[in-house]
């Protein structure tokens, strides 16, 4: 545990299972903390609007780029068929739209299936080599751990006073993680 | 738990997913372990034999490349022979998978946690392997860019008119998002094996691909909802990829394959013949590894339902396929069928009809569906008869066209064959890599289906106090 005068990066509180966690993140949340987390193995059904957070923008990414990436294809279609190079094929018209659907749903596909996993990565700020939490030595939230974490750049947050709040809503260890 | 054992669930009641009272570490414990521990001799075997049809496989594309695609049986008026066929049979192999992950996820098929994770992974290495025969069948391989939209010294582009290049977009965007689907529900549970592992590289190299995955809630929102886009949008590529592949058929004159029929038939079979093959591959995992409590009797029963449906469906079409040829009054058409049926390739026709139409009516026995035995030796009569069915739509039309002046018999070589025999290894190959190095079932979800992960679960002891809301 490092001393009261190092530089933290907040306090990390066990729970013993998906039911408290999910108690505790209503009571973190309503004692009016912000920069706080709940961290569980899997993501636990009703635990968004338990630490109210808002929904995920990460449809409306996946949305534009679906639009990028289909019409981007279906620009390229038109322009290699009609403008660029226009060869007549089977009789059809140059710019033949209809036979250039399925590329464009392709395109479609690979913009919004790239915005999702790209966007998912840029916001949760992935990939990265390591992280404060990772300090613990009892951090095992990809096993069976859940966890509550208070950071320590909140407007509330005051060592002791986060400690003992934990411990008052049923944390069964705290932990206090330097930066 | 031994299959005899379970009775008939009580109604009303779902019978558990999971068995043998898993807790969230028994799990993490269970599918790490597989890819934690030593090698067994059995794996060594099955990679040596599987390594050397690799090498078969490289042996005959070199030998390919170096003289042409005279070495196979492809002739005039059969232009398009094996190749093809494997194509078509392995992108359908995938497409089970595909549903499995996806359709099924959109569904909230729950049962879907403890097969996703390799069937996903077959889908990536079925894929693989059709990907290799559009590549190497082309004859002159060196313009083999010419399929893509590349600038080149001709100033030509690809014909986007052309259901060939359709395909070539259709499966290569197949690939690429299964593989990003695939990575995605992996990233947590590299974290788990990241967080397990002992030596200096596994940290490293785990820490790697897992991203530095912490779990954290704010970051379990945009994956969830990052995860439900993806399968969102590979659930209109489970019907649209093989129905564009069925339009390379479809929307030529030949009869026999001018049918519009074709698209839906087409994913009907690659969903019948590629849970076939997630069945033959979860009943070998599940034994070797004592997976047991994972994929349960219930999840091979369900899949071997989902066959039955497929499978009738595509009896379906054979018989529809008559009837329109009989119906249209096109004389050719007819002809095509007649000769397909009772022609030269009589017997691949009725290995076809036996092994798709007549062998899953078996699984209407409840015993039978439920047996390991029955529906090991079923999935693989199926995917025989899968191949078949290809065979018999590449060929047939082919060899007896319009004009009986140009008729001929299509007979495979010895490259033909080791190329098809060769991509089994590849796929076998690269199945067992995963196996060994990749966690087979995917954790996380396993996790969040077990009872325990409920926010409002009530413990029977009635010592946790939890307020449903």
């Given amino acids: ?179 | 738990m031994s299959e005899t054992t379970e009775t008939y669930p009580t109604p009303g009641l779902e019978p558990p997913l999971i068995t043998g009272n898993q807790t969230f570490h028994t799990v993490s414990d269970k599918i790490c372990r597989i890819a934690e521990r030593k090698v067994t001799r059995l794996w060594y075997v099955a990679i040596s034999i599987s390594g050397a049809l690799t090498a078969l496989l490289v042996v005959s594309i070199v030998y390919l490349f170096f003289t042409g695609i005279g070495i196979w049986g492809v002739n005039n008026p059969v232009g398009w022979g094996f190749a093809i066929i494997n194509f078509v049979f392995w992108v359908g192999i995938g497409h089970a998978g595909t549903l499995i992950s996806a359709i099924l996820f959109l569904l909230r098929q729950r049962w879907r946690t403890s097969i996703n994770r390799f069937a996903e992974a077959m889908t990536l290495m079925a894929v693989t392997c059709a990907l290799i025969f559009p590549g190497i069948h082309v004859g002159r391989v060196w313009v083999v860019y010419f399929m893509f939209p590349v600038p080149n010294q001709m100033q030509v582009w690809p014909n986007f008119r052309s259901p060939l290049l359709w395909d070539v977009f259709a499966v290569g965007t197949y690939f690429l998002v299964s593989l990003l689907f695939w990575y995605t529900g992996l990233i947590p549970d590299l974290a788990t094996m990241r967080d397990r592992a002992k030596t200096k590289i596994r940290k490293f190299v785990l820490g790697l691909f897992a991203v530095g995955w912490r779990g954290s809630n704010r970051q379990w929102k945009h994956y969830e909802l990052a995860y439900l886009i993806l399968a969102g949008i590979s659930t209109p590529l489970v019907l649209s990829v093989h129905s564009v592949v069925s339009t390379d058929f479809a929307v030529s004159i030949l009869p026999g394959w001018h049918s519009t029929i074709f698209p839906p038939y087409f994913v009907a079979g690659a969903i019948f013949s590629g849970f076939a093959m997630v069945m033959t591959l979860a009943v070998i995992v599940r034994k070797i590894f004592r997976l047991e409590n994972f994929i349960t009797i219930r999840h091979l029963e369900t899949m071997n339902k989902i066959m039955l449906l497929t499978g009738m469906m595509v009896g379906y079409s054979y018989v529809i396929e008559f009837f329109m040829a009989w119906y249209s009054g096109n004389i050719y058409e007819a002809f095509t069928f007649i000769t397909r049926a009772t022609g030269p390739y009589a017997w691949a026709y009725w290995i076809m009809f036996c092994c798709n139409v007549i062998i899953p009516q078996i699984f209407w026995v409840r015993k039978w569906r439920r047996s390991i035995p029955v529906m090991f030796v079923a999935s693989i009569l199926i995917n025989v008869g899968m191949w078949f069915e290809r065979f018999v739509i590449v060929i047939t039309s082919l060899a007896n066209d319009f004009l009986p002046a140009s008729w001929a018999y299509y007979k495979p070589t010895f490259w033909d064959i080791s190329t098809l025999v060769g991509s089994f290894g590849l796929f076998f190959t690269l199945f067992l890599l995963f196996l060994r190095y990749i966690p087979l079932i995917a954790i996380a979800e396993v996790k969040g289906v077990l009872p325990q992960a409920d926010p409002h679960y009530h413990k029977t002891s009635g010592t946790e106090e939890t307020h449903a809301e």
């Fill in chain 1, 1 to 179: 545990m490092p001393n009261s005068g190092d530089k933290i990066y907040g306090i990390l509180a066990r729970f013993d299972g998906p039911q408290s966690l999910y108690h505790a993140a209503k009571k973190v949340r309503d004692a009016g903390y912000e920069k706080f987390d709940c961290h569980s193995p899997f993501p636990i059904h009703g635990m968004d609007e338990a630490m109210g957070l808002k929904r995920s923008p990460i449809g409306w990414i996946a949305g534009l780029l679906a639009i990028l990436g289909g019409g981007g294809f279906f620009a390229l279609q038109w322009w290699t068929s009609a403008v660029d190079y226009p060869l007549v094929i089977s009789g059809k018209p140059y710019f033949s739209f209809q036979a250039f659907v399925p590329i464009t749903f392709a395109g479609a596909v690979i913009g919004a299936a790239f915005a999702a996993v790209l966007g998912m990565l840029i916001i949760n700020q992935l990939p990265r080599l390591h992280h404060p939490l990772f300090n613990s030595d009892k951090f095992n939230v990809s096993d069976d751990g859940f966890f509550v974490s208070i950071e320590s750049d909140d407007r509330r947050f005051d060592r002791e006073k986060v400690i003992a709040f934990l411990k008052s809503i049923g944390a069964e260890e705290v932990e206090v993680i330097s930066q």
